[in-house]
């Protein structure tokens, strides 16, 4: 009997169907490691199989390593990380709840956190979003369902110039995301997403 594998739609073409078995595969790795939160899960498979992104596109549990004026490093971390073409497109913060408190750590993340300015922040609890512009702080809420397909994001990206945040206020963005390090409280997404009965 063949396996049975949930790729999310119907492939239209046996390219689609090998691009959608390795999305799924990608998910599928990701679980068996235990590398994902439970609203990292919902996010990634959502990114993949409905907003055509690549598993190339998506650095999970990024970490990033700063130093701080007095010369302390330290590590802060981005739960998602989209890279389209070496450009830092989208940080994804992915909590269970008060999902406005995260804004600020969100945009300190956008300014100072990946080498290059990112223009986008999202923070999710897996149905809402709060998306974030990393360059001026303003905020749209939504569904999951607002956020940009992978072919918006890129025609976004052609079109913004994007300049580096200002050196002398670099510390006080980094010491926000030093501050915030402290509260981190990740829940595994155990069994998720999954999979028929029989596998």
């Not at 300014?111 to 999710?124: D, E, M, S, W």
Request: charged fraction near 30%; proline fraction near 6%; hydrophobic fraction near 40%.
């Amino acid at each position: 009997m063949a396996e049975y594998f949930d790729l999310g739609k119907a492939p239209e073409s046996p390219e689609e169907r090998q691009e959608l078995l390795g999305k799924r595969e990608f998910m599928d790795s990701l679980i068996e490691k235990q590398a994902l939160t439970q609203v990292q899960a919902v996010v990634v498979d959502f990114l993949l199989t409905t907003k055509g992104y690549l598993p190339a596109d998506l650095r999970i549990n990024h970490t990033a390593e700063l130093t701080l004026a007095d010369g302390k490093t330290f590590q802060t971390p981005a739960d998602i990380l989209v890279v389209i073409d070496d450009k830092p497109a989208l940080f994804v913060k992915c909590s269970m709840s008060s999902l406005v408190s995260w804004d600020r750590h969100a945009v300190a993340f956008c300014r100072v956190g990946a080498g290059k300015p990112i223009p986008f922040a999202l923070v999710t609890d897996g149905a809402d979003i709060r998306l974030i512009s990393g360059l001026d702080g303003s905020v749209s809420e939504g569904r999951l369902e607002d956020i940009p397909s992978r072919e918006e994001m890129i025609r976004v990206l052609a079109s913004m110039t994007v300049s580096c945040y200002p050196e002398e206020k670099c510390d006080k963005e980094r010491r926000i995301l030093y501050a915030f390090d402290a509260i981190r409280c990740p829940i595994l997404a155990e069994g998720y997403p999954k999979k028929p009965d029989g596998q």
